[in-house]
């Protein structure tokens, strides 16, 4: 069922459109459940939100109840075959609008490497997007690697929210994304490029192990983290097989309310960072 929201504001104080990279080189961490559920939640408050697929699985796409069909994604536009603006589709949500993907954006790796300036592709692709003035954000799911499509990705963005699962491991990923990031900015390829925030999910505040990993990650890495913390729980889990954001899927869910309270971090982080 279709929510409508009548409040509407915009979102950085008239700054032109952000692009927000959602990505972490591990799978299985929340990244797509983080880019869907936060591109619905904005929406829902009224932003004008692009979620951008770059994921060839394309999870985000059917997340937001949209088919997987050949030929919609932005593939072809990375080659320099037409635009991106024809690529973006409505989705059944109120201000919340994708780029689909599909399989073949598989073959993007191999080809984008091909080409001259192989790693702008995507922020050339946008361009338009950004200057057509139709979107307050643009989320890019990213896929779960460090490949030429994430690369693409982190030259385009304004910056990266790094979705971390509450487990041990989840600062190895940070650490090896930092060293990315350095070396992206050492070679002028995005010297903007910076991590936007980072949230951790899947937590269960009855285990020990969880809290530990929050705590220690908000330690090391202090402010850019968000406060909100994203549960595991059955609905969230649930709501991609039935094609609809957590919103819109258990409205009244734990889940649904982390989405919402992020959603509200991340509008009030965007302002800080843009607003005088």
Same mark, same amino acid.
Do not use: W
């Given at each position: ?19 927000? =990279? ?11 459940? +983080?880019?869907? &559920?936060?591109? =619905? ?21 059917? %997340? ?10 932005? #593939? ?6 037409? %635009? ?25 790796? *191999?080809?984008? =490497? ?8 995507? =922020? ?8 057509? %003035? ?14 030429? *499509? ?23 990923? $940070? ?14 390829? &995005? ?9 951790? +999910? ?44 957590? $919103?819109?899927?258990?409205? #009244? ?5 982390? #989405? ?17």
């Amino acid at each position: 069922m279709r929510l409508k929201r009548r409040r509407v504001f915009h979102l950085i104080c008239g700054v032109p459109t952000k692009v927000i =990279a959602v990505a972490n080189q591990k799978g299985g961490v929340g990244k797509t459940t +983080t880019a869907v &559920n936060l591109a =619905a939640c904005l929406a829902a408050e009224g932003k004008r939100v692009l979620l951008f697929d770059l994921d060839p699985q394309a999870n985000a796409t059917s %997340g937001v109840g949209l088919e997987k069909i050949d030929g919609a994604s932005a #593939y072809l536009v990375l080659l320099g075959e037409g %635009g991106l603006l024809e690529k973006i589709k409505p989705t059944a949500y109120e201000n919340l609008s994708a780029i689909p993907s599909e399989v073949d954006l598989c073959a993007a790796d *191999l080809e984008l =490497a091909r080409l001259e300036n192989h790693l702008h592709r995507v =922020a050339l692709a946008l361009q338009p997007v950004r200057d057509s %003035g139709r979107f307050d954000l643009v989320l890019l799911d990213c896929p779960p690697s460090l490949g030429i *499509l994430s690369l693409n990705a982190f030259a385009a963005c304004d910056g990266i929210l790094i979705p971390l699962q509450c487990e041990y491991y989840a600062l190895e990923g $940070i650490s090896m994304m930092n060293r990315v990031l350095d070396q992206l900015r050492a070679a002028g390829v &995005n010297p903007r490029l910076e991590i936007f925030g980072v949230v951790m +999910t899947m937590f269960d505040g009855r285990t020990k192990l969880s809290n530990e990993v929050v705590d220690e990650v908000r330690r090391l890495l202090g402010a850019k983290v968000f406060e909100t913390l994203i549960p595991r729980t059955t609905r969230l889990a649930e709501a991609p097989s039935h094609g609809q954001p957590i $919103i819109y899927y258990d409205k #009244y869910s734990s889940g649904s309310a982390a #989405y919402q309270l992020l959603a509200q971090e991340v509008i009030a982080r965007l302002n800080t960072n843009n607003c005088p």
